[in-house]
């Protein structure tokens, strides 16, 4: 994945910029008209006939929603030096981001919480988490840990989810999503590794829509079947890369009895 990138780094900033706008789907004439500029100085800028300016770099990038990491690439590209800095989970700037990431899940417990980044890979988990981790196999544990191979993968939680056809259409279309958002040569490795797993079937996947992250996992869990969905967030305004990919998942009780069972309180009985 390195290499991609080594590669992509090498090639002139116009191509990194055409690619991207091929990437959008967006004519010359269309980008041009949203950034202000003219069809001709665009065509330029892409056959490096003229250099870019890093405001209109950074303009481009902005109507091509292009993520920050790309970005950076742009910029090195055409000299310029980064916008964004792009700092390991471990360094010590971060240590402020780690506490506050742990203390948003712990309190978050009894129910399962987690902070993965760009990839899916878990950075972070609360102990509500054993909910997901119980029983896997114990590869699938050890680090880079990656959400969606725990999920999908039958030494996983595959085996215990209830209504694994459509939990996995969900995580299937979250995935391309942000292989289109990102163009990350190691998510498109991902989705390719993941359809490959027993029934994992991505062209049985639900239309995508606005609600669809009220989507329902239904685990069993010790005996008893829970019932949760999902909330995602992520920083605002970061200026930093590794907490821009940064996605805190909180899963909530979707009834009553999960609610009681993960808070130890034994199945909810219905009154006669």
Known sequence: M????????QRPVGQLMRGWREQRGLSQLALASRADIS???????????????????????????????????????????PAYSDSPMEAKEMTQVRATLRQILSGHDPFPALVVDRCWNIVETNAGFSVFSDGADPALLRQPMNALRLALHPGGMAPRIVNFAEWQSHLLARLQRRVTLTAEPGLTELYRELITYPGTDPAAQLPDTPGDLMVPLRIRHKGDELSLFCTIATFGMPLDITVAELAIETFFPADPATAALLHGEGPVRESR
Do not use: K
Not at 45 to 62: F, H, I, Q, V
């Open 2 to 9: 390195q290499a991609i990138a080594d590669q992509q780094l």
């Open 39 to 81: 069809t001709r100085h665009l065509s330029f800028l892409e056959t490096g006939r003229s250099a870019p300016s890093r405001e209109m770099l950074l303009r481009l990038a902005e109507h091509l929603d292009v993520p920050p990491r790309e970005q950076n690439r742009l910029l090195l590209a055409a000299g310029f030096a």
